[in-house]
């Protein structure tokens, strides 16, 4: 009884052999009968230069692509199918045709430029690791010519293929995040990488606010965040206008918060005029004997025209209503001349 191991489908390894060789000689039967129909296409339609003529100079009767779509439907077949015979017929003479070599391999490889290249090429049959031998298959020859393969081996090849696959963006977003449930995946990408794909998937305001505050829950992420000043400033600043943001709700829903509010802001500013007279009034007198250098008193001086223009603004804020600062007088506050 044959081992079920020695058996490659329903037949025995020998068997199967047989039927190998018997398929080469087939296919080899059919390559020479596509070449024998690129030559019928040829001599039907040679091939021309761009914007040539008939080769023997008649007018002609039928444009090249009608002769063949004639020819096409004469004998059962697509257009294209008859393009593809003529093309590889006129690519590969017959002196330089491979008997055993798929006539897919020589349409494929006759889309090098150069002939002696394409000469070489079809002399140098790629290594099959499976059978242990050199020799053409329609992958082998595509990738010879940078053609995309149909069965990816290389990382390079499958990564194509992937691209190929995912050009759709929901099948790219459905892909990616069943690639990154596996840990092994993650692992190979660089931070950087990571950053990148984060920044990403959180351009939405409402995600980037969901992410930021789950991250800032992690105590170490938080205290290493705000090392950085220009975060600590814009979450300052955040913080500062949440406030702003709750006190207006506050004086919307509660009216006399307002009314308390500016009785507060009332003492505060007559608070700051008492204050500031107080502390002159006990400053000057204890400066009677003293003597000032020229810069100490023109230091003085501004700050004076600074005090003088603050209460300026005041009296006009008081009488006219305008509470806004203009560019120059912001200056003049901030002590720039």
């Known amino acids: 009884m044959t081992d079920v191991t020695d058996r490659i489908g329903n037949v025995t390894r020998q068997r199967y052999e047989q039927l190998v060789t018997q398929a080469k000689e087939l296919i080899a039967q059919i390559a020479r009968s596509q070449f024998s129909l690129g030559d019928i296409a040829l001599e039907i339609e040679p091939m021309r230069a761009v914007g040539g003529s008939m080769p023997n100079g008649t007018e002609d009767l039928f444009t090249v692509t009608e002769s063949l779509q004639m020819f096409a439907d004469d004998v059962g077949v697509e257009r294209r199918t008859v393009e593809d015979w003529r093309y590889t017929a006129n690519r590969w003479p017959a002196k330089r045709r491979r008997e055993g070599v798929l006539f897919t391999v020589h349409r494929i490889l006759a889309s090098v430029v150069e002939e002696d290249e394409r000469w070489a090429a079809i002399e140098d049959a790629p290594f099959n690791p499976r059978t ?26 499958k990564v194509q293929a992937v691209a190929d696959l995912t050009r759709d963006d929901e099948v790219a977003a459905q892909v990616a995040t069943d690639l990154l449930k596996r840990p092994a995946v993650t692992e190979h990408v660089t931070p950087a990488e990571r950053v990148r794909v984060v920044t990403e998937l959180t351009r939405d305001d409402t995600v980037a606010q969901e992410v930021t505050s789950s991250l800032l829950r992690r105590p170490d992420v ?10 600590r400033m814009l979450v300052n600043r955040a913080q500062f206008d949440n406030s702003n943001e709750t006190r207006d709700r506050i004086r919307e829903r509660t009216p006399a918060v307002r009314a308390i509010e500016h009785t507060i802001e009332y003492l505060d500013l007559v608070g700051s005029c008492h204050s500031f007279v107080a502390t002159l009034g006990r400053l000057v007198p204890q400066l009677r004997g003293q003597e000032f ?11 004076i025209g600074r005090v003088r223009a603050a209460a300026d603004w005041l009296e006009g804020a008081l009488d006219n209503g305008e509470f806004t600062l203009d560019e120059q007088l912001v200056e003049l506050l901030k002590g720039e001349e």
């Open 132 to 157: 242990g031998a050199r020799q053409w298959t329609p992958d082998g020859a595509k990738r010879v010519v940078g053609q995309r393969v149909d069965r990816p081996v290389t990382v390079d090849e």
């Open 222 to 231: 938080a205290r290493k965040t705000m090392r950085d000043d220009t975060t």
């Open 293 to 303: 250098t020229e810069d100490e008193r023109e230091t003085v001086r501004r700050q």
